[in-house]
């Protein structure tokens, strides 16, 4: 059974940064390309950006230029570095595959305050 724990959320003034992880287990984790996803309140969850199995990463246009995806295959953990952190990043941060498929974890909480 696939299991995301993610971690490393907090409260950040705006322009600070902050680093995420999930770590998964269950799975064979360098097999599978992962994403971040966030949920603002209020609103629908959304697509944040992919790294690949081979390490290609995509990114949504709101945090392009500004986060970075990277995984570690030896932790089975994906991080997102996040830069330049505006109000409007504040939300719930998850990771799953890019197609949703697996059990969502708790998430972790990112506030930017202005």
């Known amino acids: 059974q696939v299991q995301l724990v993610e971690s490393g959320g907090g409260l950040v003034q705006a322009g600070g940064s902050l680093r995420l992880s999930c770590a998964a287990t269950?799975?064979?984790?360098?097999?599978?390309?992962m994403a971040w996803y966030r949920q603002a309140p209020g609103k629908q969850r959304e697509w944040v950006g992919s790294?690949?199995?081979?390490?290609?990463?995509y990114y949504s246009d709101s945090v392009r230029g500004r986060f970075t995806i990277s995984r570690d295959n030896a932790e089975n953990t994906v991080y997102l570095q996040m830069n330049s952190l505006k109000p409007e990043d504040t939300a719930v941060y998850y990771c799953?595959?890019?197609?949703?498929?697996?059990?969502w974890g708790q998430g972790t909480q990112v506030t930017v305050s202005s």
């Open positions: 799953n595959r890019p197609d949703r498929v697996w059990t």
């Open positions: 790294i690949t199995s081979g390490g290609i990463t």
């Open positions: 269950g799975i064979i984790f360098r097999l599978n390309a």
